[in-house]
């Protein structure tokens, strides 16, 4: 089986971290690293649970199109409320 390299950067103290718990259960950081990238191509539902910021999925987009053909049309209106935090006036529907 042919191999590459692959650089990672992160954090030094993360790295000496992640080394020592490495060695606590008896394998190297690239050996970890390594069974990560296999769970990762074979099953994505894997310890980190990666997903995607659910502002931008297909549901959510479609709520906005809808939303902003409502404004459009004179179904829902903007108003203007105060940003609790900064005091800044925005719109909102």
Known sequence: MAQTTVTIQMDTRLKENL???CARIGKSLNEVLVRFANAATIDMDFLLHLEA???YSES???RLRQHIREVE????ALD???DEEGGEEYENA
Do not use: M
């Open 73 to 76: 049309e004179g179904i829902a």
């Open 80 to 82: 203007k409320r105060t």
């Open 19 to 21: 080394e020592k718990d």
């Open 53 to 55: 910021d659910p502002f």
């Open 60 to 62: 959510n987009a479609r």
